[in-house]
């Protein structure tokens, strides 16, 4: 999935970034640590939400597929009896 490599890229180049920026910041060690724990949750949080996104949007398709293919079944059942 074309959506799915960008999102993994995006959050492992987000984290790489954030991390790296922390720790060449001028700061003392209880700081860069906060600074760290901070940056890891608000990450978290971000992979939780776009987790959810992604659940939502293949439960539509699953959704679809499911109605396409129950359409597609009647209009079998309705050509059988038709010949029959």
């Known amino acids: 999935m074309c959506t799915g490599r ?3 890229g995006f959050l492992v180049g987000s984290a790489i970034g954030g991390i790296l920026g922390i720790l060449l910041a001028p700061a003392s060690g209880e700081q860069t640590r906060d600074k760290i724990i901070d940056k890891a949750d608000d990450a978290y949080k971000n992979a939780e ?9 293949a439960n539509d398709v699953i959704d679809d597929i499911q109605k396409k293919g129950d359409d597609l079944l009647n209009k079998v059942y309705d ?3 038709k010949n029959q």
């Open 6 to 8: 960008f999102l993994t």
């Open 49 to 57: 939400d776009s987790v959810r996104e992604i659940q939502a949007k």
């Open 79 to 81: 050509l059988l009896k």
